[in-house]
């Protein structure tokens, strides 16, 4: 709608930014399904109705909305993807349009499902027992257990092959298990949820030294988890520092399926494709929102949009978007037939999250000093992005990665 002109002593209109533009320029999503088209509906409406009215007030006190996390259950939204016994399947596509339209309401709440269905949920689902699967996949899938996923450590954030936090195999009151020792940082859910997959080094004697998971409840004696403050991105989930002192589970807390870090990295690849969607979704917000503003803003007698300069900017926003889409379109097509690789994943995040960064920062200037106020929607995704930029894997390791698969040669220290 038209924007209201301003004169002398009459307060500034307030401005519509939040109504979905359904953006595929080239067409990208095409030939997404009925199903795949239903499941994105679902999310867009859940983020129109639930997320936007009250996201603002959560990310500004730093609170987790956890009546949005018990809703998300409720719609069946937790999975993030992933197949759960007696619930519909969700093609890659439709999890993918899940994610875009779920980062483009909130990075937070985004972050919650991926924390959740993505990685706690998939290392159970993927590499844990069928009493492990049964115990908890259900209970996750409907939001009554929320579970977390601990890899990342004070010293090891992109090094995480070398993480240093160990299992010690033993016998504690005639009851065969592990103690945990270590420290975990910037783990989402970790100082809020029920469980955490812990990733170890499994060492002492006759051990093979090789990284194991542990599903772990977060009330077991020796589990500390605190909540990181003073962050300025994703403020609307608690991600701790989580310090394990003598933690002991039983031996049945085991994922059988985790018996090296090859393991833990098949969760991350499954995941990896899920951050560059997700990072469409801010990049979408942004884009929207700078098209909104650009067509309600009156400046010297005229909407800004009726500028060549704006016109010229929001063409190029429009054209990375449009490059974006196309790379997690195709890249989940491969990833549907089996044809996907780990360099190929970590093309499209690096691509996808440097390109929201460009459109973040664009729309941001393009709101001017509007655009530094919350209620202008922009803000949040440029502060939310920066942690999706680095979060599983820098844009150094990605590069690294896909810089050794072009050259053959690896320049990992």
């Given amino acids: 709608m038209p924007a209201t002109p301003i004169t002398p002593g009459v307060t500034e209109p307030g401005y519509d930014l939040t109504t979905p533009l359904d953006i595929d320029y080239a067409g990208a999503f095409a030939d997404a399904t009925d199903a795949d088209r239903a499941h994105q509906q679902l999310v867009r409406q859940f983020v129109q109705d639930e997320v936007l009215p009250v996201i603002d007030d959560y990310w500004e ?17 937790l999975r993030d993807g992933v197949d759960v016994e007696g619930r519909p ?55 009554e257990i929320i579970g977390a996923f601990a890899l990342t450590e004070p010293t090891h954030g992109s090094d995480s092959v070398s993480l240093e936090t160990t299992a010690v195999a033993t016998t504690r009151g005639g009851v065969d298990g592990y103690v945990l020792n270590g420290e975990k940082k910037w783990i989402g859910n970790g100082s809020s949820g029920d469980i955490t997959v812990v990733w170890a080094r499994l060492v002492g004697e006759d051990a093979d030294g090789q990284v194991h998971g542990f599903v772990v409840p977060q009330d077991t ?19 701790a520092h989580v310090v394990l002192d003598d933690v002991f589970v039983p031996a049945d807390a085991a994922l059988p399926g985790a018996r090296s870090f090859k393991d833990t990295s098949r969760v991350l690849f499954a995941t990896r494709l899920g951050v560059a969607w997700a990072a469409v979704g801010h990049a979408v917000a942004c884009y929207e929102t700078a098209v909104a503003y650009a067509t309600q803003r009156v400046q010297f007698g005229r909407p800004l949009a009726a500028n060549q300069m704006i016109q010229e900017r929001l063409t190029r926003m429009l054209s990375t978007l449009t490059q974006l889409q196309l790379l997690v379109a195709k890249m989940t097509r491969r990833d549907e037939a089996g044809e996907l690789t780990g360099p190929q994943a970590s093309l499209a995040k690096y ?23 919350l209620q202008n929607r922009v803000a949040r ?24 698969d072009i050259t053959g040669v690896s320049a990992f220290a």
């Fill in 221 to 239: 004696p020796g589990y500390t988890g605190t909540t990181i403050t003073g962050k300025f991105s994703l403020r609307a989930i608690w991600q």
């Fill in 61 to 77: 006190r730093a609170e987790v909305p956890l009546d949005l996390v018990e809703r998300l259950g409720d719609l069946d939204l």
């Fill in 89 to 143: 399947r969700v093609s890659l596509m439709a999890a993918g349009l899940a994610a875009m339209e779920m980062s483009r309401g909130d990075g937070s709440v985004a972050t919650i499902c991926g924390v959740q269905g993505g990685l706690a949920l998939r290392s159970i689902q993927m590499l844990g027992s069928d009493a492990q699967r049964a115990r908890y996949a259900e209970p996750m899938a409907r939001g």
């Fill in 351 to 373: 691509t996808c999250t440097r390109g929201a960064r460009e459109i973040a920062a664009s729309a941001r200037d393009l709101l001017g000093g509007n655009g530094i106020l």
């Fill in 381 to 404: 995704h440029f502060a939310d992005v920066e942690a999706l930029h680095t979060y599983e894997g820098t844009e150094s390791v990605q590069a690294l990665i896909v810089g050794r």
